[in-house]
């Protein structure tokens, strides 16, 4: 394998230069039949750009857009990249009250929309979300059928020489907002593209690996995929849509390498391995990688089992993308609930509630600093909470630092439950509910109580073939495997499946309100 290429100060110039290297060299596909080249990808950008240009953006304008993840959206990033704009990506389950706020806080001079898609008129929710303020609308398509790329298009010779950007901030991106409303983090070229560093340096991507995309493409994890792939001249395959019957199959077909992503996608392709029998689906599968929310022991030994690879497990948020990693040849005890080590370049501490950093092994909240930090948020009113004098980004996670570095995700701060005046921590207890055989998934919340201040109230999706769940069998459960009785969940919600985001994190907020609005209903 030949060396990635380095990360420089702006992104177009590693599109030009891997262009260069390897211009024949397959890069992207999609579900539409079209693939491109790493020569293509740069051409195309600049036929893009020059279009772009030509309807009056102009370098430094703020560009929203809000696409599905496809060859148009991969080229619209590099294009605007070209330009020197500022980009915004939106993921595209957003609606119009989170799209008006995120668009008038980065002041959106642009908004490119696919007008309707899957049912959903976009456009018509854009002008909605935009209202009177100065915001041009463009949409792209309708996505119905095999297509030329759906993108405004020109004679790139005009353009002016491409620009490196340094140190100025070219990328906004949201939160998934699981806990509140979303905040926008400010990147530069340089931090986004950081958060390859712990990838490349230890899990050992190829320049033959092919790996599906099936999550938005406009969450943070989208620039650092096409970002690690153009270093390293590895392809990807673009899932507009991830069904989880359909998608694997069509993943298998292509003859992917490297799967990921989070929880809900590994449990569909173990379910479409069962349903092919014996013979491996994925007959070319190296590796399994996650992201976003954690991998419980159960479900990593599964796929071991199933795949003969672990999970390799990374945790980052959208404010330090890709912090950690685990690697090939870390002990396998490490795939059973850590997420890996620090990237080369960056440090993590865990600071207990006392304020102090605490002892390898102690609990306490991770605090990081590296290259891929942002460089503050868009409301500058967050940073003074976010951000210490010396660098460090406090994530809100709790979680452990071992003494050889390896970090476990223990919780979140915002996600301790307070009863009786003693912290409680949710995830510990999902993590011993998870073991119960009736319990498909789970999440624990807090819930307001008279006479503790919270409760944990547990909300349960089951097994098939159970069609209910005693809080006395649950608390048998949580005694058995080593749950104190204050850890034990005094509430149960069953409900059919659990509110996720397009990264597979249970968005507790939407669960609380539930269980918010049936205590006061009548």
């Not at 959903?120 to 398509?141: N, S, W």
């Not at 230890?202 to 994890?221: E, K, N, R, V």
């Not at 690879?309 to 059973?336: C, H, R, V």
């Not at 950093?357 to 930090?373: D, I, Y």
């Amino acid at each position: 394998m030949t060396d990635p290429l380095p990360i420089a100060t702006s992104w177009w110039h590693l599109i030009e230069e891997r262009a260069r290297l390897t211009p024949d060299r397959s890069f992207i596909s999609d579900e539409h039949g079209r693939a491109i080249t790493f020569g293509q990808y740069r051409s195309l950008a600049e036929e893009v750009a020059a279009g772009l240009a030509e309807l009056g953006v102009r370098p430094d304008d703020v560009v929203s857009w809000q696409l599905p993840t496809n060859l148009e959206a991969a080229v619209l990033m590099a294009a605007l990249s070209r330009l020197g704009v500022r980009q915004n990506p939106i993921i595209p389950i957003l609606r119009r009250a989170e799209v008006g706020l995120i668009t008038e806080q980065v002041g959106s001079r642009w908004f490119v929309v696919p007008g309707v898609y899957r049912g959903f008129d976009y456009l018509e929710m854009a002008k909605q979300a935009i209202a009177d303020r100065h915001c041009t609308i463009v949409v792209t398509g309708d996505y119905t059928s095999d297509r030329e790329l759906s993108l405004p298009r020109a004679d790139p010779s005009g353009l002016p020489p491409a620009t490196d950007p340094g140190a100025a901030i070219r990328w906004y991106y949201y939160s998934s907002g699981t806990t509140a409303a979303p905040k926008g983090a400010m990147h530069t070229d340089s931090s986004v593209m950081a958060s390859t560093i712990a990838q490349i340096a230890y899990i050992g991507l190829q320049p033959d690996d092919l790996c599906p995309m099936p999550f938005p493409i406009t969450h943070i994890g989208g620039i650092m995929m096409l970002t690690a792939y153009l270093r390293v001249s590895s392809r990807l395959f673009l899932i507009e849509t991830f069904d989880p019957v359909a998608s694997p199959e069509v993943m298998a077909a292509r003859g992917a390498t490297v799967l990921g992503t989070a929880t809900p996608f590994f449990h569909a392709y173990l379910a479409a391995q069962r349903r092919h029998g014996d013979a491996p689906l994925f007959p070319k599968l190296r590796q399994l990688q996650a992201g976003g929310a954690p991998i419980t022991p159960e479900l990593n030994a599964e796929c071991l089992r199933v795949f003969g690879t672990p999970i390799y497990n990374q945790w980052g948020l959208t404010e330090f993308p890709a912090a950690t990693s685990l690697g090939e040849g870390d002990p396998p005890e490490k795939f059973n609930g850590t997420v890996g080590r620090m990237g080369p370049g960056s440090e993590a501490k865990t600071i207990g509630f006392d304020g102090i950093v605490t002892q390898p092994g102690v609990e306490g909240e991770l605090w990081v600093r590296g290259p891929q930090r942002c460089q503050g948020y868009v409301d500058s009113s967050l940073d003074v909470e976010a951000f210490d004098d010396q660098g460090y980004f406090r994530t809100g996670d709790l979680g452990t630092i071992d003494e050889d570095g390896f970090l476990r995700i223990t919780g979140r701060l915002k996600d301790i439950i307070i009863r009786n005046g003693e912290n409680l921590s949710a995830q510990a207890i999902e993590d011993v509910l998870n073991e119960h055989p009736a319990i498909a998934d789970v999440a624990v919340i807090g819930v307001p109580d008279d006479r503790t201040g919270e409760r944990a109230c547990a909300m349960i999706v089951l097994t098939p073939g159970h069609d209910s769940l005693t809080i006395g069998h649950l608390a048998e459960h949580c005694l058995a495997h080593g749950l104190s009785k204050q850890q034990i969940p005094e509430q149960i919600g069953i409900v059919n499946e659990l509110p996720r985001n397009p990264m597979g994190k249970v968005l507790k907020h939407f669960l609380r309100a539930q269980v918010a609005e049936k205590r006061s209903s009548p």
